[in-house]
């Protein structure tokens, strides 16, 4: 299973910008799908997750209201759409694939997905 993030770029605070993770293999539809996001110096940290189905959906209390994660399981790919960017937003994103069910704790943890991309810059102006 290989991951494939794109979108990123330098925006203006209050922009916005939509990332995209594209996935190989004929099995996307049966992982959980998961974006965090890196600064420099930081930790990486939970964004957004969502079920294998896209019936659940976790948020970071940091992004609620202001992003938004889907999926398309016909083009074994999965959104994050941000609105209202910040500076504080300046991050690497990554995607994470993997088996969990996404409205417990763990969904939120790096270490309970198996795969990775390689992360997209996201670069908020003030």
């Known amino acids: 299973v290989q991951l494939v993030e794109s979108g990123g770029g330098l925006v203006q605070a209050g922009g916005s910008l939509r990332v995209s993770c594209a996935v190989s293999g004929r099995t996307f539809s049966s992982y959980a799908m998961a974006w965090f996001r890196q600064a420099p110096g930081k930790e990486r940290d939970f964004v957004a997750a969502?079920?294998?189905?896209?019936?659940?959906?976790q948020y970071a209390d940091s992004v609620k209201a202001r992003f938004t994660i889907s999926r398309d399981n016909a083009k074994n790919t999965v959104f994050l759409q941000m609105n209202s960017l910040k500076p504080e937003d300046t991050a690497t994103y990554y995607c994470a694939a993997g088996w969990v069910n996404i409205v417990l704790p763990l969904a939120r943890i790096t270490t309970t997905y198996d795969y990775w991309g390689q992360g997209t810059q996201v670069t908020v102006s003030s």
């Open positions: 969502i079920s294998a189905s896209g019936d659940s959906i």
